[in-house]
């Protein structure tokens, strides 16, 4: 589903203020299509058929959760 501005849904601005960073979602977005694509579990209704935008509409729903630590 396009927007009229010619982005892709979910919006990347809906996503950055769920997680900070684009490379901690990409990075969370990509463990997620993996898991979704092998175990072919998804915990929403989705518009997305492929597993990353069904990730990004997981994290977009508030579905994923996952804490980054930095390391000492």
């Known amino acids: 589903m ?3 501005q010619g982005l892709r ?3 990347i601005d809906t996503l950055l203020s769920k997680i900070d960073s684009k490379y901690k ?3 969370v977005s990509s463990l997620r ?3 979704i694509k ?3 579990d998804v915990s929403i209704k989705t518009q997305c058929v492929k597993p990353v935008g069904q990730a990004l509409e997981e994290i977009e729903a508030d579905k994923i959760q996952i ?3 930095k390391k000492s």
């Open 2 to 4: 396009a927007n009229d």
């Open 9 to 11: 849904y979910p919006s």
């Open 25 to 27: 979602l990409a990075y």
């Open 33 to 35: 299509a993996k898991a």
């Open 38 to 40: 092998e175990f072919d």
């Open 67 to 69: 804490t980054f630590t």
